[in-house]
């Protein structure tokens, strides 16, 4: 039969987990600290607020009738280290939010709420509210509400200075409006700008980097005015606004967010059997990033395209061309035609993509 728990005191020698490297008293002050963040991300359908064991939403206030919930998870990769080394923590919690609602956006749902897990061997509350305030951002800027997340701090397991991110998103479309649909030969695809290398590839750029002897505060060769880590650490796009705008207008017939793989491994994802995306590679503009990261790292474009977004960030398929380009501008957005969807030349063949002979980076710099 085991000890009852003493009711009160302890021995002046008994261990606690403060000594055990776990501060209780930093996790909820960290709580505290981002709470003004997380509420200014409330929207129609979210119930309650951080604190509870499970968030609460309610899909009938949302304005839903008949949905289907579409859900995400993903984190920002090896750009973490580049912001643990930088100290630069500021806008990786937007690059972790834009990682999750622009893979809910492509299937036509609307982004309603995120989670995060965050995790350390030593919480830092000042650097991890920075990085939380970030994920507050992204998700205010996506029409998301942070609902919660956890905190986990675990001697041990991390460098000293070092965390670990991810996020988990979930989003509703009504069932009747899931895409991709009705693709089909003749169909515009535009595509909408990156801010640069987003979240992918990373290892590469900081292969490259180490090769051609920078340090992140060393001048950007191919940015004026910034640093090299200041430049490299341009958040990811968020691109749930425009999206969405296209598709209650009628004119999406699918998208594809251009992350690891690039444009030749993500957007025949989005397309059906017996179509081709043939693609003309100097049709948008390419920023002076990759332009670097070619000739630095002596990179074969065919890699480059493999790899990184390449200026691309968004490809959507679209019903009427001048319509689409059209709504975009009112929203600021500029829109490229990039390429046309064609028929295969069996009818049963799996969705490809053909990229026009000449190089991408014969585009001008963005």
């Known amino acids: 039969?085991?000890?009852?728990?003493?009711?009160?005191?302890?021995?002046?020698?008994?261990?606690?987990?403060?000594?055990?490297?776990?501060?209780?008293?930093?996790?909820?002050?960290l709580v505290d600290a981002i709470k003004p963040a997380a509420k200014k991300t409330d929207r129609p359908g979210t119930m309650g607020g951080l604190g509870g064991f499970g968030?609460?939403?309610?899909?009938?206030?949302?304005?839903?009738?008949?949905?289907?919930?579409?859900?995400?998870?993903?984190?920002?990769?090896?750009?973490?280290?580049?912001?643990?080394?930088?100290?630069?923590?500021?806008?990786?919690?937007i690059d972790l939010v834009a990682m999750c609602v622009n893979d809910l956006v492509v299937q036509g749902a609307e982004p309603l709420f995120f989670?995060?897990?965050?995790?350390?061997?030593?919480?830092?509350?000042?650097?991890?509210?920075?990085?939380?305030?970030?994920?507050?951002?992204?998700?205010?800027?996506?029409?998301?509400?942070l609902v919660g997340g956890e905190t986990a701090e675990m001697p041990g397991m991390y460098a000293a200075g070092h965390y670990d991110l991810a996020g988990f998103s979930v989003g509703a479309a009504e069932r009747g409006d899931l895409l991709p649909r009705n693709v089909q030969p003749g169909d515009a695809i535009i595509g909408l700008s990156s801010s640069g290398v987003h979240s992918n590839g990373f290892s590469l750029?900081?292969?490259?980097?180490?090769?051609?002897?920078?340090?992140w505060n060393d001048p950007c060769p191919y940015a004026p005015g910034l640093t090299l880590g200041e430049a490299l650490?341009?958040?990811?796009?968020?691109?749930?606004?425009?999206?969405?705008?296209?598709?209650?207008?009628?004119?999406?017939?699918?998208?594809?967010?251009?992350?690891?793989?690039g444009l030749?491994?993500?957007?025949?994802?989005?397309?059906?059997?017996?179509?081709v995306a043939s693609l003309d590679q100097g049709s948008w503009p390419v920023p002076p990033v990759f332009d670097w990261l070619r000739e630095a790292g002596t990179v074969d474009a065919d890699e480059m395209l493999r790899v990184f977004n390449c200026g691309v960030g968004m490809a959507v398929v679209v019903s009427n061309l001048s319509s689409a380009t059209a709504l975009l501008s009112e929203m600021g957005e500029e829109a490229f035609l990039i390429g046309r969807i064609e028929a295969a030349t069996t009818p049963d063949a799996e969705p490809s993509l053909r990229l026009a002979p000449r190089s991408a980076f014969d585009a001008p710099a963005g």
């Open 55 to 93: 968030a609460l939403f309610d899909l009938k206030a949302a304005g839903f009738r008949d949905p289907v919930l579409v859900s995400s998870t993903d984190g920002v990769g090896t750009k973490l280290m580049l912001a643990i080394e930088t100290g630069q923590h500021e806008t990786v919690g």
């Open 233 to 261: 650490m341009t958040p990811t796009r968020l691109y749930v606004r425009q999206l969405l705008a296209l598709h209650r207008a009628g004119l999406v017939k699918a998208a594809a967010h251009i992350t690891g793989g």
């Open 115 to 145: 989670l995060d897990y965050f995790a350390t061997g030593r919480l830092a509350v000042p650097d991890a509210a920075k990085v939380v305030s970030g994920i507050a951002e992204g998700c205010r800027l996506s029409g998301c509400a």
């Open 264 to 275: 030749p491994g993500n957007l025949p994802r989005v397309l059906p059997r017996g179509t």
């Open 1 to 29: 039969m085991s000890s009852p728990l003493p009711s009160s005191g302890r021995p002046e020698s008994g261990a606690t987990y403060a000594q055990a490297g776990v501060d209780i008293a930093a996790g909820d002050a």
């Open 205 to 215: 750029v900081r292969a490259i980097v180490q090769r051609a002897g920078l340090g």
